[in-house]
């Protein structure tokens, strides 16, 4: 047992609590149309505060047309395993200020929870990594390096070539991952599959031009109406995904009520939920389909008019297994050929992602199964993530021999990418006490 270490956690915590609500009030959102300089200045606050946590050789890493990475680390003792510790600084956009209970970017506690942009999704695992490094002090039990993205958010595009560019420097026996979360507040987990994800335009075209709807109509199909029924066409009655070919597979139900899922995610009363099998297969290892857009007139500017063009953004999440290239191909294949009344039909492919699944049992691994179990007293159950971070594939790839651990201090109520993102608190606390005892483990 590492009693003193759980002490002194409780020391450190006031001063993780201050450093977490710093960065949430630096409005680093990596999406394109906004402050660029904010991202800027969150990779610098990230670079001072690892620096103050005891971490050396600290870089701001550069790429043409990059978001700034940071990097610093903290040499352990000859022989020991080096682990490379990842989080992301940059955040998703906060959406309408109105449907914040408060501003965003300026924190505030309700509830035992830490409410702002950020705050779940990745800045709590910046703070922990440095909170970690704080309390091991200048002589770690292993060799540690921190590596801080800073366009998680817009896809990592540049990652591959940060790990190119900076193979070496990243290089390590344990990639820990701190941008996932456990199961439930109070029940710990450890992320063992990833969905993948492929996106794609379609659009639809049925006029030259726009024209009259009541002395057209009837006869001449519009694009809007169209573009519907071939977006109707990706799930079955049931709600079941109905592009050919994909994988699916049935996982661990464990405890996950529809009561529970119904609350986590707001649905209103009276709507069904979709699809076949366990709740957890349909959220970890089936493929999932959504619509994110429609280009098409808004309500507020409608005439009376047959539109003759609209376009639409549809995503799909891939069941770990999948192949991200074949299942593009066959969605493609699938939205060509569906019956649109003769519209032109255009599908224009946007982007992709690996889905990952960890390997067998790895003692490396195993040490942050029991960081996790002495930190909130359980053992940690075993996770998919029905999210895609295309990133941890690139990792392994680079680095086939390193172990790679998804962790982290979110839990399904922090409402990451909504309005009033939030972090629990003592779960936070549990977090950095778990990977400070795990970094012990494993250095046996």
């Not at 080096?82 to 509830?111: C, K, M």
């Not at 409608?302 to 299942?327: C, E, F, M, T, Y």
């Not at 960081?371 to 690139?394: H, K, M, Q, T």
Request: hydrophobic content about 45%; proline content about 8%; glycine content about 10%.
């Amino acid at each position: 047992m590492h009693t003193g270490l759980a002490a002194a956690v409780d020391d450190l915590f006031p001063w993780i609590r201050t450093e977490l609500e710093a960065l949430i009030r630096i409005p680093s959102v990596s999406a394109a149309g906004y402050d660029s300089a904010q991202v800027r200045r969150s990779a610098e606050a990230t670079a001072d505060l690892l620096a103050r946590s005891g971490f050396t050789g600290i870089q701001i890493l550069e790429l043409p047309g990059a978001h700034p990475a940071v990097y610093g680390e903290i040499a352990g003792p000859p022989g020991a395993p080096t682990v490379l510790l990842y989080a992301h600084h940059d955040v998703q956009p906060p959406g309408p200020n109105s449907e914040w209970t408060t501003p965003p970017f300026e924190p505030i506690e309700r509830n035992g929870r830490l409410q702002g942009r950020g705050s779940s999704d990745d800045k709590c695992g910046v703070v922990t990594h440095a909170a970690v490094a704080r309390l091991l002090g200048p002589n770690p039990p292993v060799s540690i390096k921190v590596f801080v993205e800073g366009e998680e958010e817009v896809g990592s595009s540049h990652l591959a070539e940060f790990i190119t560019t900076h193979g070496a420097l990243l290089a390590s026996d344990v990639i820990v991952i701190a941008d996932s979360g456990n199961w439930r507040v109070g029940t710990p987990a450890l992320t063992i599959s990833l969905r993948g994800l492929i996106s794609l335009f379609v659009e639809v075209r049925v006029l030259e031009s726009g024209v009259h709807s009541g002395q057209f109509g009837g006869a001449i199909p519009d694009a809007l109406t169209t573009l519907t029924r071939v977006l109707a066409s990706l799930h079955d009655a049931a709600g079941n995904v109905a592009i050919p070919g994909l994988v699916s597979e049935e996982t661990e139900p464990l405890d996950l009520t529809e009561a529970e899922l119904r609350s986590q995610a707001g649905v209103l009363p009276g709507v069904e939920l979709i699809g076949k099998g366990s709740l957890t297969s349909r959220l970890w290892t089936r493929p999932a389909a959504a619509v994110l857009a429609i280009d098409a007139p808004p309500v507020a500017e409608a005439i009376n008019q047959l539109i003759p063009r609209a376009r639409a953004k549809v995503s799909v999440r891939l069941a770990p297994g999948d192949s991200p290239a074949r299942a593009m191909a066959s969605l493609v294949a699938h939205l060509e050929s569906q019956p649109a009344w003769g519209a032109t039909v255009t599908v224009t492919p946007h982007e992709s992602g690996e889905p990952f699944r960890l390997g067998g049992k790895d003692p490396r691994v195993e040490a942050f199964r029991r960081g996790f179990e002495e930190a909130w007293e359980r053992p940690p159950v075993d996770i998919g993530v029905g999210g895609s971070i295309p990133f941890v594939a690139a990792f392994s790839a680079a680095y086939p021999n390193a172990a790679i651990v998804l962790t982290g201090a979110a839990d399904p109520e922090c409402r990451a990418h909504g309005p009033n993102e939030s972090i629990h608190l003592d779960e936070l606390r549990r977090f950095v006490l778990s990977e400070a005892i795990a970094l012990h483990e494993l250095a046996r």
